[in-house]
């Protein structure tokens, strides 16, 4: 019930909700990709209490490829009493015809005014508007870009705010945001299945072969009274295309064009990696080609290492069964 209701998410793209604190200077605190596929690697052990510390170990990772987004706006916040309310924004004056088609704008924009506003208001909270280029991407078959909101954390605010300003219309790569070895928290919405039974949805038990007519069903609907059925009654429904939160995930390797990683055949329902790409250790929710979004850790509860891990082998091997 933790995850009720179970319906489906309003967008393909995820949301954060918060995000963490930071101590560092002005910085990005999220960025996105696009989900490749999985594949496993050979790896070391770098967990101090576990029984295979130190030695080679076999490990799932996924692969995500995650070409260099935009900043297109810069946004500022203030903290009410019904939390956080946009005090103004400052758009890039040179927008791409791309997000034209998602976001309908003015061929002129002026900043003059935007910007004395942000800087004159009492906010605290900066964060700045960026999209993804899928059409550097041969795997995702679509132009028009998805835009994502990141919080610009650590520093003052109007050291944030000088900060945010200067990346307006500039391309950020993953580099700018991730290291090697670094956790990261990640959002996507979970493979769609459709409408689905008792069994499957809830995870239910089979009732009695000497059941009347039905195995895959509930034995009851509640008691007597109260005279409605509870929403904790198990029942059929929506299943999949759930936004899901998964926190603590290891980067295992930052690689470039120049690094391969494209198994023999290509990966299943995607195709080659031709950007930039993130190797992180076990799986993501979705299916290939989802957009994964990426977040510093907001309950950094892990092993804690001076050098990113060391990858003997990432397998290349053809996923073509």
Same mark, same amino acid.
């Given at each position: 019930?933790?995850?009720?209701?179970?319906?489906r998410?309003?967008?393909?793209?995820?949301?954060?909700?918060s995000?963490?604190?930071?101590?560092?200077?002005?910085?990005?605190?999220?960025?996105?990709?696009?989900?490749?596929?999985?594949?496993?690697?050979?790896?070391?052990?770098?967990?101090?209490?576990?029984?295979?510390?130190?030695?080679?170990?076999?490990?799932?990772?996924?692969?995500?490829?995650?070409?260099?987004?935009?900043?297109?706006?810069?946004?500022?916040?203030?903290?009410?009493?019904?939390?956080?309310?946009?005090?103004?924004?400052?758009?890039?004056?040179?927008?791409?015809?791309?997000?034209?088609k998602?976001?309908?704008?003015?061929?002129?924009?002026?900043?003059?005014?935007?910007r004395?506003?942000?800087?004159?208001?009492?906010?605290?909270?900066?964060?700045?508007?960026?999209?993804?280029?899928?059409?550097l991407?041969?795997?995702v078959?679509?132009?028009?870009?998805?835009?994502?909101?990141?919080?610009?954390?650590?520093?003052?605010?109007?050291?944030?705010?000088?900060?945010?300003?200067?990346?307006?219309?500039?391309?950020?790569?993953?580099?700018?945001?991730?290291?090697?070895?670094?956790?990261?928290?990640?959002?996507?919405?979970?493979?769609?299945?459709?409408?689905?039974?008792?069994t499957?949805?809830?995870?239910?038990?089979?009732?009695?072969?000497?059941?009347?007519?039905?195995? =895959?069903? *509930? &034995?009851?609907?509640? $008691?007597?009274? %109260?005279?409605? +059925?509870?929403?904790?009654? #198990?029942?059929?429904?929506?299943?999949?295309?759930?936004?899901?939160?998964?926190?603590?995930?290891?980067?295992?390797?930052?690689?470039?064009?120049?690094?391969?990683?494209?198994?023999?055949?290509?990966?299943?329902?995607?195709?080659?990696?031709?950007?930039?790409?993130?190797?992180?250790?076990?799986?993501?929710?979705?299916?290939?080609? =989802?957009? *994964? &979004?990426?977040?510093? $850790?907001?309950? %950094?509860?892990? +092993?804690?290492?001076?050098? #990113?891990?060391?990858?003997a082998?990432?397998?290349?091997?053809s996923?073509?069964?």
């Amino acid at each position: 019930m933790g995850y009720s209701p179970r319906k489906r998410a309003r967008d393909h793209i995820a949301r954060f909700s918060s995000w963490p604190e930071t101590d560092d200077g002005p910085k990005l605190q999220g960025f996105a990709g696009y989900k490749v596929g999985m594949t496993h690697a050979f790896i070391v052990d770098y967990r101090p209490h576990s029984n295979t510390s130190g030695q080679e170990v076999q490990v799932p990772v996924t692969v995500l490829e995650v070409p260099p987004m935009k900043v297109t706006a810069v946004r500022v916040y203030e903290c009410g009493p019904y939390g956080l309310s946009s005090v103004g924004e400052m758009w890039n004056p040179k927008i791409d015809d791309d997000v034209r088609k998602r976001l309908p704008m003015p061929k002129t924009i002026d900043n003059t005014e935007a910007r004395a506003k942000l800087e004159g208001s009492s906010a605290e909270e900066v964060r700045v508007i960026m999209c993804t280029q899928p059409k550097l991407i041969t795997g995702v078959p679509k132009k028009v870009p998805d835009i994502m909101e990141i919080r610009v954390g650590g520093g003052a605010f109007k050291d944030r705010l000088g900060y945010a300003i200067s990346l307006l219309g500039k391309e950020i790569s993953v580099r700018d945001y991730a290291r090697e070895g670094m956790m990261v928290d990640v959002a996507s919405i979970t493979r769609g299945k459709g409408f689905q039974g008792h069994t499957k949805r809830w995870g239910v038990k089979l009732l009695s072969h000497k059941n009347s007519k039905h195995r =895959r069903m *509930i &034995g009851t609907l509640g $008691p007597k009274f %109260p005279k409605y +059925v509870r929403p904790t009654v #198990p029942q059929a429904g929506q299943t999949g295309y759930h936004q899901r939160t998964e926190y603590n995930k290891r980067v295992l390797k930052i690689g470039g064009k120049e690094e391969n990683i494209t198994p023999d055949g290509g990966f299943l329902h995607y195709g080659v990696v031709r950007n930039d790409y993130m190797v992180i250790h076990g799986s993501l929710p979705g299916p290939s080609k =989802r957009l *994964i &979004g990426l977040r510093d $850790p907001i309950r %950094p509860i892990f +092993v804690k290492v001076s050098e #990113p891990p060391k990858l003997a082998h990432i397998s290349t091997q053809s996923k073509q069964g």
